[in-house]
């Protein structure tokens, strides 16, 4: 046999085994990628399960606040109130001053007129429908019109870029933080004049709500009155946003929400 | 030897293709058992030196390969979704089909191997097995492993059984020469081809469910 003919078979051989070689990696290559996508999958899978169940519990835990607040602006407002009312007009009997009773039932009409403005503030400040048909801007501008009458609190709001809608549930979700920031400034911080911004920006949207009030450190909030904090990142989390706290003793309270990229969002849903 | 080993690999083949046939549901995997069957004849046709003629049996190797070639195409094309491939693969099965034709008629003759056809084939039926995995790795869903995928199965003993002598038929010419080292390894190749191919079918073939009957009573 030729060397030639020695060297093309050797050749042959050679490449066949090579060739097989490959074969195998091909086949190999298909398990590992079957392998790796399963498990991929699984991930996903498993993900979006946790996701759900976050989302749920954050939905209690949202729905329970609401509750709680309606019924703690019933007992102590509401409830008061009529309580008044009911012994004004009980003491009104008894007088026989014609003056005086007509002066008592016209302060227990005054009053009842209040408890009608503060039910349907309440039922404002609850609804969806100020949202849907106003939208966020005006939303927060008629709540703050309406602590700025109390005069429990001095708020100013400052709008930079062109408002323009983020979604129903996305601007609710936001009204929401906005409220639960402003309970908190009322209720705890003590503070006496609240600074709100809107930036519409061209890729990202921030919402800043910053108070003057006592502040806190961080770590005790997080034992102590977490939850209302936590509501805040949690509801943040459903529309896809951050939401960041910056505090310290005697140096107020900052909340800050940033909603990137919202123009490439679905406008009416949450993801 | 070799012959027998070959022929009860082609036969337990068969039988499990014959066993399984009711579970079959596509038209290729029924089509399995004409092409066995005419496998395991021409096998044992090849045994009693019924095929030789002028001392060769090269002629009817021809016709074994194409008619194996062709069946492979039709059984890859068919489980292509895409229209368009189906389409594109077609003409480039049938073109290859043509020349076969023409290697054995008028460029190598009847008497000799239309080799130069057959690697053009073994290409075309690598590319295509390639494309069919590309797909697979496309459609993975998470759900059925390759291993129950009968498809897989009859794809891998194909790659394997091409690549096995895609070269091999490239230096054939060296057959025609009084070469033993050759002779070597066409039995080592032809081995690893048949060996592999058949045990890949005989697994496609048992990864198809065993059909049950429904009975009222």
């Known amino acids: ?271 | 030897m070799k012959s027998y080993l070959y022929l009860l690999l082609y036969f337990v083949a068969l039988v499990t293709c014959v066993a399984r046939y009711r579970s079959f549901k596509q038209l290729r995997y029924k089509l399995f058992v004409p092409l066995l069957v005419a496998i395991v004849l021409y096998e044992y046709s090849y045994m009693r030196k019924w095929l030789f003629i002028n001392n060769s049996t090269l002629w009817s190797a021809n016709i074994e390969i194409t008619m194996e070639y062709v069946f492979y195409c039709f059984f890859i094309v068919s489980s292509f979704r895409s229209p368009k491939e189906r389409q594109g693969f077609s003409i480039a099965a049938w073109a290859i089909f043509i020349f076969t034709i023409i290697d054995i008629l008028f460029i190598q003759g009847i008497a000799r191997l239309c080799n130069i056809a057959i690697v053009l084939q073994y290409a075309l039926l690598i590319v295509m097995v390639c494309r069919f995995f590309y797909g697979q790795l496309k459609m993975f869903d998470g759900e059925a492993s390759l291993l129950r995928h009968p498809d897989f199965w009859v794809n891998t003993g194909l790659l394997f059984f091409s690549l096995s002598e895609f070269l091999f038929f490239s230096a054939f010419s060296l057959a025609y020469t009084p070469s033993r080292y050759f002779s070597i390894l066409f039995d080592v190749i032809t081995a690893v081809a048949n060996i592999t191919l058949y045990s890949c079918l005989i697994i496609a073939f048992l990864c198809h469910p065993r059909s049950r009957k429904l009975s009222l009573s």
Not at chain 1, 88 to 94: D, H, I, S, V
Not at chain 1, 176 to 184: A, G, V
Request: charged share 20%; hydrophobic share 40%.
């Open chain 1, 1 to 271: 046999m030729s060397s030639t003919e020695q060297e093309t078979i050797f050749i042959v051989a050679a490449g066949t085994a090579m060739f097989l070689l490959l074969g195998v990696f091909i086949i190999s290559f298909m398990f590992f990628y079957q392998r790796k996508r399963i498990a991929h999958i699984t991930e996903q899978a498993q993900l979006k399960s946790a996701f759900s169940q976050e989302i749920l519990t954050t939905q209690i835990e949202v729905q329970e606040q609401t509750l709680n607040y309606i019924s703690q602006e019933l007992h102590d407002n509401i409830g008061q109130v009529l309580s008044f009312v009911k012994l004004n007009l009980g003491t009104a009997g008894t007088i026989t001053d014609l003056q005086k009773k007509q002066q008592k039932i016209d302060s227990s009409r005054d009053l009842i007129a209040q408890v009608i403005t503060d039910l349907r503030n309440l039922s404002k400040s609850l609804s969806f429908q100020q949202i849907s048909q106003y939208g966020l801007v005006k939303a927060i501008e008629a709540e703050i019109d309406r602590v700025n009458t109390s005069g429990l609190l001095k708020i100013e709001m400052k709008v930079s870029g062109e408002p323009e809608t983020l979604g129903e549930q996305r601007e609710l979700v936001l009204f929401r933080i906005f409220q639960e920031s402003l309970n908190n400034a009322l209720k705890y911080a003590h503070a006496r004049h609240l600074t709100i911004s809107l930036i519409y920006a061209e890729e990202s949207f921030n919402l800043t709500i910053a108070d003057d009030g006592i502040g806190f450190s961080t770590e005790i909030a997080g034992k102590r009155n977490g939850s209302g904090l936590k509501n805040i990142e949690s509801r943040a989390a459903l529309i896809g946003a951050t939401a960041t706290l910056e505090t310290s003793p005697g140096a107020g309270c900052t909340i800050k929400v940033n909603l990137k990229q919202y123009k490439q969002l679905q406008i009416n849903g949450t993801n």
